[in-house]
């Protein structure tokens, strides 16, 4: 597992055994990269994103690599956010002022009030928990569609088991775009105008 592109292009990526992590592969952050891009190349500057039951904190630094102003990586297990920081600390990305990230060990669905009351707007929201949480998926987009966390801008991806379909809306977020890989799908929503 790598850094897919800008400037920590081919950096190693570390995981862990054991603990079910499902990293999103390397094929899949381009994908999600490239679709988010649509030939804007400076797509990610000065965007802000969260990553939402964030694991090896994969997508979050592509972000950042890639020009992202800030993330917030989103994981409420210890030795999960031990990883994270060891891949941010290994990059060089570990700032002592937390400038440009900050990692949250929290449930997911109380991280998001907290970032909510602290006034956080992200460009894109990121979730991926663990495929067997199927319910976690519609309570955490139910969540997000009566949030001020996302506005008509932002860009919420849903990361799935190709075989689960989340769904298409969650009151005024709708799914506009589905993207099949292997084993593997990402579902793109936004606020319906």
């Not at 030939?39 to 904190?57: I, N, P, Q, R, Y």
């Not at 319910?135 to 001020?148: D, I, N, T």
Request: aromatic share 8%.
């Amino acid at each position: 597992m790598r850094v897919i592109a800008g400037k920590l292009r081919s950096r190693p990526l570390h995981s862990l055994r054991g603990l079910g992590l499902r990293p999103t592969s390397d094929r899949l952050r381009e994908a999600l990269f490239n679709v988010l891009a649509s030939g804007d190349s400076a797509a990610f500057e000065v965007s802000v994103w969260l990553d939402l039951c964030a694991g090896t904190g994969a997508v979050g630094i592509e972000a950042l690599s890639r020009g992202a102003a800030r993330v917030y990586f989103v994981e409420s297990a210890a030795p999960t956010t031990g990883l994270i920081q060891r891949n941010l600390k290994s990059l060089g990305l570990d700032q002592p002022d937390g400038s440009r990230l900050q990692i949250v060990r929290e449930d997911v669905v109380r991280a998001l009030h907290k970032l909510e009351l602290a006034n956080v707007a992200p460009d894109f929201i990121f979730l991926d928990p663990p495929y067997q949480m199927e319910k976690l998926y519609s309570r955490v987009l139910e969540l997000l569609s009566r949030s001020r966390l996302v506005g008509q801008q932002t860009r919420v991806i849903a990361e799935h088991d190709k075989k689960f379909d989340p769904g298409d809306g969650f009151g005024s977020l709708s799914r506009y775009r589905a993207l099949p890989q292997v084993d593997t799908s990402l579902s793109f929503f936004r606020m319906s105008s």
